[in-house]
């Protein structure tokens, strides 16, 4: 069984400062790693993408992997109110289509 | 920017009846993908179809499920004959090629009375 495992929080981070979220996963054989931001009642939405070790930067968002550990962190730097949501962690697995979601880490960002 | 659309936005049906939810992936993607997310739990993966057949299906989409393309543009979800426990929000998604990431589109809330 395939598993992505979130703190489900909250995280209370105040504004203007790093918001840390963390994801390990359980499959070894794993490709491909992403963060969804959830609002209340909406959709997933698409922040980041990352495949390979090591970080990656778009614009105040940070994604790191570490495969050997796996683990997978999003940074978010210079934290907005508007930030305030539902972070989910999404893998997909080797030989797997479907992602395999977390249970999702709630961000409060504090004015 | 280009998005997947679903309809309707929310459909209350009575428990046993048959509900058809709707999508249109975003027109150049090649993959498509239902998943569900009960109110409160995690997103989970449903089904994935490719190249007019399923590619790979969880548990959950048992024999009451169906997925479709009836034409160019539209990909469907049948539920046959409904349960109270299909109550969800129903999530469609598309991407373009291997490997790139899935955007979703805004929910279809199911709920079974």
């Known amino acids: 069984q395939k598993e992505v495992e979130q703190n489900s929080g909250p995280l209370s981070v105040p504004e203007g400062a790093i918001a840390s979220l963390n994801c390990t996963y359980s499959?070894?054989?794993?490709?491909?790693f992403f963060w969804y931001r959830q609002y209340s009642g909406k959709s997933p939405e698409l922040i980041m993408s990352?495949?390979?070790?090591g970080d990656k930067e778009d614009g105040r968002f940070t994604a790191q992997l570490n495969k050997a550990s796996q683990y997978v962190s999003l940074l978010i730097r210079d934290s907005q109110p508007s930030d305030s949501a539902t972070y989910l962690c999404?893998?997909?697995?080797?030989?797997?289509?479907?992602?395999?979601f977390g249970k999702g880490t709630h961000l409060i960002i504090q004015p | 920017e280009p998005e997947v659309t679903q309809t309707p936005s929310h459909q209350v049906t009575q428990m046993g009846q048959e509900v058809i939810l709707r999508c249109v992936p975003i027109?150049?993607?090649?993959?498509f993908y239902w998943y569900r997310q009960i109110l409160g739990q995690k997103v989970e993966f449903l089904v994935s179809?490719?190249?007019?057949?399923?590619?790979?299906k969880s548990e959950i989409f048992d024999d009451q499920f169906s997925v479709e393309r009836p034409d160019g543009s539209n990909f469907t979800l049948k539920i046959r004959s409904t349960k109270l426990e299909d109550s969800a929000m129903y999530f469609c998604?598309?991407?373009?090629?291997?490997?790139?990431?899935?955007?979703f589109g805004d929910g279809t809330r199911l709920s079974i009375l």
């Open positions: 499959d070894r054989g794993s490709q491909s």
């Open positions: 027109s150049n993607h090649l993959y």
């Open positions: 990352i495949y390979s070790n």
């Open positions: 999404a893998v997909k697995g080797g030989g797997a289509d479907g992602l395999t």
């Open positions: 998604a598309s991407r373009e090629r291997k490997n790139q990431p899935q955007h």
């Open positions: 179809f490719y190249n007019n057949e399923i590619s790979e």
